[in-house]
């Protein structure tokens, strides 16, 4: 798999920005809110403890984007099948609109790199990455068209940021709450 500089642009792009976005609907960064938001003091110190206080207060609000990101970048790690094939497509055409926009925002070149699939889900990782992306399609359909928003926004964060995160943090959680779940229900069966 090539991953590229765009493809981690744009995961960040939308990742700080949904929190930024709370951070500034909740009034942290507006000037009514003296110096620092939601109990902050002056300053960037004040900003610093506002922006945490804020997130302690809406962390609610992330979770459709969090829960779509979790999926999407787990989606990615099946190597093979029409859902791998789907979303490696998909990930190409990401870190496409990436390196066009960091190309033709700042003239700078993108970075390519080739990754090795180094980790990999187990087949009991399957299992709860397709539970999860079951609960997302669940989700999609109940969903306002606000939440509809949050779950596309997370769900191409997921994608882009996939390799990065995936492999370093999701992958083994994902394994290891297999092994604990799902194994131990599928021979506890037998």
Same mark, same amino acid.
């Given at each position: 798999m090539t991953v590229t500089l765009g493809m981690l642009l744009i995961g960040l792009l939308l990742l @700080?920005?949904?929190? #930024?976005?709370l951070l500034?609907?909740? $009034? !942290?960064?507006? #000037?009514? #809110? #003296? $110096?620092g938001g939601e109990g902050g $003091?002056? *300053?960037?110190?004040?900003?610093?403890?506002?922006?945490i206080k804020t997130l302690k207060r809406h962390w609610k609000e992330l979770?459709?984007? *969090? @829960?779509?990101?979790?999926t999407m970048a787990l989606a990615g790690a099946c190597l093979g099948g029409w859902l791998g094939h789907g979303v490696g497509w998909l990930r190409i055409k990401a870190g496409d609109a990436g390196d066009w926009f960091l190309n033709e925002a700042t /003239?700078?070149?993108? @970075?390519?790199?080739?990754a090795s699939a180094s @980790? %990999? %889900?187990t087949p009991w990782g399957t299992v709860v990455m397709l539970l999860l992306i079951m609960i997302a399609v669940m989700a999609?359909?109940?969903?306002?068209d606000t939440a509809k928003g949050e779950l !596309?926004? *997370?769900?191409?964060? /997921?994608l882009a940021m996939g390799p990065f995160a995936g492999a370093a943090m999701l992958i083994p959680v994902t394994n290891w709450a297999g092994e604990q779940t799902v194994k131990q229900l599928f021979y506890a069966v037998i």
């Open positions: @700080v920005g949904r929190i #930024a976005w500034i609907k909740n $009034g !942290l960064f507006t #000037a009514s #809110a #003296a $110096g $003091g002056k *300053g960037a110190k004040g900003k610093a403890k506002g922006a979770i459709p984007f *969090g @829960v779509a990101m979790i /003239g700078t070149d993108t @970075v390519k790199a080739h @980790v %990999l %889900l999609w359909k109940a969903a306002s !596309l926004g *997370g769900a191409i964060c /997921g």
